[in-house]
Every structure is written in structure tokens, then in C-alpha cells.
């Protein structure tokens, strides 16, 4: 992990420059694909602002 639980984070300003890692546990497969779809949505086209 680059961070550890309980550290301070700083804002991202480049996306790019470290991949995301997670990992996604539930009985329920349908809640594992909501959630999986959650993160590729707030990870999409629109999420941020680029001036």
C-alpha cells in the first residue's frame, strides 16, 4: 500500500500517475457488480474538472 490506514492523503491532481488497487468481498455477487460499476462510474468520462 502507498498509504496506510490512518495516514494523511493529499489531493489528486494527476489520475494517472498511481493505479488504483482494490479489493471487493460480498456474498452477493449482484453487490459485488454494483459496487465494481460505482468505482468505474466515479472513474469515468465527467468525474473531473480539467481547466
Do not use: F
Amino acid at each position: 500500500m502507498l498509504v496506510e490506514p490512518g495516514s494523511p492523503i493529499g489531493p489528486t491532481t494527476y489520475d494517472r500517475g498511481h493505479p488504483a488497487t482494490l479489493t471487493l468481498e460480498h456474498p452477493v455477487d449482484a453487490v459485488l457488480q454494483r459496487d465494481l460499476n460505482t468505482v468505474r462510474y466515479l472513474d469515468g468520462t465527467g468525474m473531473y474538472e480539467i481547466e
